[in-house]
């Protein structure tokens, strides 16, 4: 498994680097969406 203060770190520096704020269910599902996109495509080549 993964520690917790790891998790906690990887999800502070993505909030930073991508500048969203997790507290808000439009940008949570936006980011969500974006990543479904992203997985999808990945899955193609």
Same mark, same amino acid.
């Given at each position: 498994g993964?520690?917790? &203060?790891?998790?906690? &770190? %990887?999800?502070? +520096?993505? +909030?930073? =680097?991508? +500048?969203? &704020? =997790? &507290?808000?269910?439009?940008? %949570?599902?936006? =980011?969500? =969406?974006?990543?479904?996109?992203?997985?999808?495509?990945?899955?193609?080549?």
């Open positions: 993964i520690h917790r &203060n790891t998790v906690i &770190n %990887r999800v502070d +520096k993505l +909030k930073s =680097l991508l +500048k969203v &704020n =997790l &507290n808000e269910p439009d940008e %949570r599902l936006a =980011l969500q =969406l974006a990543c479904r996109v992203i997985k999808r495509k990945w899955e193609e080549v």
